[in-house]
């Protein structure tokens, strides 16, 4: 390939890159190719299988009644792993892994070896989130905390972080959360600067207010003095939103700085990787209402409950044109962009593009990709939507990297560029193809779930991702739904109390002509299932254990975890976003106005610090 002059530890900037977009695209895009040809044919991988949570640094001072953001934890990434490797009990593997996050207050641990095909390692779970966040605690100072949190309720208000940096943020341009809140990270650094440059526009969203009995009528957020309405207007392309009943944000780091939890599971082989991405994907917005974790940011009650709105702004380096398209399916060049985080573009059905149960009905919302890349796709062997889907991929603009980075990508073996790529998009779920790093296979990784407050729920989640997988894999269920229908989903999963007030569309089985028929089902009856209907995915889960032959301790103790999930979805026990919330409004401090101050935030976090001290456990885990 054409080669980007050599300088030594050396940051690509948009302008450099944009020269040589074109073959840096068909570079990665090739390197991917290469993965796959190695791997298409592998089989009988073992269903190994990890989770990620991200933590949270704290600033506790008593003596003011305030909690704020660390940004030290960037220090502390080094410490973390000497520590988990000085403290192996796994034979050559620590119990943990730690890596930098978007935010400085923020640090991602994984376990440090995948789990198991066995139940035993499901049971292990609890026990190694419980190590980890003991880990961190030991190199925290008399005055921090850590925490598993989605998004810090005053994250952007002010006083919010320590050190408190200095306004406006260089990097974004926001008046709101300065350039000491980024990782230093290069990779977040280049994210951040070439989107806005790509787009033209910094990040400006409008997250709608929760309006209680003494909220304003008609709230106008205060903006910062530099933001006039000239300025609005230049940023939305001369339309700006009304900004009445709205809260400011202005950085992509109220996306990029929330915290997740994820789950990925290695399939045996392409054909299973796919069939379980696809379904994955259409259980994502059940997975985010059952989740919502996120009620509050910049220190406003919002009437969102979850991370999701933050997250699709983070990154969008869309222009205007590639926002509106033309929505036509005939014109792959001009159809709509998704943002980077998103929901998935389309399914990837079989490898057979003449199946019977093509899953083309189902792809009802225009892609647009490179037809050179999808051309490229297609003479290297692939069927036509996973042809699509790459296509889509590659034809984004990279976003990160070194000049150093690019040099001898041409190289066998080179995967670099194909990496950089693939991980700067973040849909849903994601298929990961085998890793000649690691030797890991194909696998599925799951996104969509917030983060919550406690080790228990944490784990009962994630056992209730695998186990279902599992299910899903054994049984063969068919819950596809059109694209459509999911995108509108993941919308009505994102708003307040989805978890009780929302319906989904839900594939419920088959017309007499085999037509696909399709209900509006509430969390509830999805995941527990419908008295003569639908029969839900935790009987799925439990048919599939009963054919298991658990020893009895063993089915009870996972049992534990999947009631956790069953009683969340029935209104037995609230989501973190609906306990959280009842906690603000409920607070002495809390006058009806949307308002979550200093003092109520620091009381909420010690509510929260106490639920993991000693193992106590909160409403959110027992219903009372």
């Known amino acids: 390939m054409a080669q980007l002059p050599v300088e030594p530890d050396t940051r690509v900037s948009y302008e450099d890159c944009l020269p040589y977009q074109p073959v840096l695209q068909r570079t990665g895009l090739l390197q991917y190719l290469a993965l796959w040809r190695d791997g298409r044919t592998r089989a009988d991988d073992p269903p190994l299988w990890g989770d990620e949570v991200e933590y949270t640094l704290l600033h506790v001072d008593k003596d003011t009644s305030t909690t704020r953001l660390n940004c030290r934890l960037r220090t502390l990434v080094a410490e973390l792993n000497e520590a988990a490797a000085a403290d192996q009990t796994q034979g050559d593997s620590p119990r943990s892994i730690w890596h930098y996050e978007g935010g400085r207050y923020m640090v991602e641990g994984t376990p440090g070896s995948p789990y198991g095909d066995t139940f035993t390692d499901l049971l292990a ?6 190590c980890r966040r003991r880990l961190l605690g030991s190199l925290c100072h008399f005055d921090e905390a850590c925490v598993t949190l989605t998004t810090f309720p005053r994250l952007g208000a002010s006083d919010f972080m320590i050190p408190s940096g200095v306004l406006p943020s260089q990097l974004t341009g926001s008046h709101t959360i300065p350039d000491l809140a980024i990782t230093d990270h290069l990779r977040y650094h280049q994210i951040t600067e070439n989107a806005a440059k790509r787009c033209g526009t910094t990040c400006i969203l409008w997250a709608p207010i929760y309006r209680d009995v003494r909220t304003p009528i008609n709230f ?9 309405p000239e300025n609005l207007r230049r940023l939305y392309h001369g339309h700006p939103p009304g900004p009445r009943d709205c809260v400011y944000l202005d950085s992509l780091y109220y996306g990029f700085g929330s915290c997740s939890l994820q789950a990925t599971v290695q399939m045996p082989n392409l054909v299973r990787a796919r069939y379980l991405y696809d379904q994955l994907s259409v259980l994502a917005p059940v997975l985010l209402a059952l989740t919502a974790a996120a009620p509050a940011t910049k220190g406003y009650l919002l009437e969102t409950d979850t991370r999701w709105h933050f997250l ?16 036509s399916r005939d014109s792959p060049t001009t159809a709509p962009f998704r943002p980077r985080y998103d929901s998935i573009t389309n399914y990837l059905g079989t490898d057979n593009d003449d199946a019977a149960d093509s899953v083309a009905p189902y792809n009802d919302v225009p892609v647009r990709y490179d037809p050179d890349h999808y051309a490229t796709c297609r003479q290297a062997g692939l069927d036509h939507w996973y042809s699509v889907h790459l296509a889509s991929i590659f034809t984004r603009d990279l976003m990160s990297g070194r000049r150093e980075f690019f040099h001898g990508q041409d190289a066998p073996g080179a995967t670099g ?10 849909p849903t779920t994601k298929l990961k193809p085998p890793c000649p790093r690691t030797g890991a296979g194909w696998r599925v990784e799951c996104r969509p779930m917030e983060l919550q407050y406690t080790d228990g729920q944490n784990a009962a989640l994630a056992v209730f991702v695998v186990l279902l997988a599992r299910a899903i894999l054994h049984d063969e269920p068919n819950f596809y739904v059109p694209i459509s229908h999911l995108d509108d989903n993941m919308v009505r999963a994102a708003r307040r109390a989805a978890v009780r007030q929302e319906t989904f569309s839900f594939r419920t089985g088959q017309g007499h002509e085999g037509t696909p028929v399709y209900e509006r089902l509430n969390v509830n009856e999805i995941i527990n299932g419908q008295s003569g209907g639908f029969t839900g995915l935790l009987p799925l889960i ?16 996972i049992n534990r975890h999947l009631a956790l999930v069953g009683d969340r979805a029935s209104g037995k026990l609230p989501t973190c976003a609906e306990w959280m919330r009842s906690f603000i409004q409920h607070h002495p401090q809390y006058y009806q106005d949307s308002i979550v101050s200093a003092p109520i935030n620091h009381d909420l976090m010690m509510a929260i610090l106490q639920a993991n001290g000693d193992g106590a456990t909160t409403a959110v885990e027992t219903a009372e």
Do not use: C
């Open 125 to 130: 779970v609890e026990g190694n989130l419980r």
């Open 220 to 228: 106008i957020d205060p903006l910062p003095a530099a933001i006039t």
């Open 312 to 327: 699709r702004s983070a990154g969008d380096d869309r222009r205007l044109d590639e926002m509106i398209g033309t929505a």
């Open 417 to 426: 560029l194909s990496d950089i790529f693939t991980a700067s998009v973040w």
């Open 542 to 557: 439990h048919t599939y254990l009963d054919g298991q032959n658990l020893e009895a301790v063993t089915r009870t103790k």
